[in-house]
Nanobody, 122 residues
Framework: QVQLVESGGGLVQPGGSLRLSCAASGNIYTITVMNWYRQAPGNVRELVATIRDDGRTSVADSVTGRFFISKDNAKNTFYLEMNDLKREDAAVYYC????????????????WGQGTQVTVWS
């Protein structure tokens, strides 16, 4: 069974930094795309950053220059480095990935983590 587990959230002051991790585990054949989303109370869930299996990345305009996405293929883990955090960055952050298993190698399924809370407050 495949699962994604986020970690690294917490309370940080404006201007501070956090590093989120998303660890994928289970009978994984390949991961083609990895995403970070966030959702604040009353808001829609928005895409924050993406990294593909070839290493290409993209980030939302609202976080460009501050947030960086990366991955460690050997660990099936990807990260979101968040710098210069602002109050509007406060949200539950979710990792998401398209994953195929060894038994269904030609078909990718979207998996979600349970989310990790990021609070920005002085």
């Amino acid at each position: 069974q495949v699962q994604l587990v986020e970690s690294g959230g917490g309370l940080v002051q404006p201007g501070g930094s956090l590093r989120l991790s998303c660890a994928a585990s289970g009978n994984i054949y390949t991961i083609t795309v990895m995403n970070w989303y966030r959702q604040a109370p009353g808001n829609v869930r928005e895409l924050v950053a993406t990294i593909r299996d070839d290493g290409r990345t993209s980030v939302a305009d609202s976080v460009t220059g501050r947030f960086f996405i990366s991955k460690d293929n050997a660990k099936n883990t990807f990260y979101l480095e968040m710098n210069d955090l602002k109050r509007e960055d406060a949200a539950v952050y979710y990792c998401n990935a398209a994953i195929s298993t060894r038994s269904t190698w030609s078909s990718h399924t979207e998996y979600w983590g349970q989310g990790t809370q990021v609070t920005v407050w002085s």
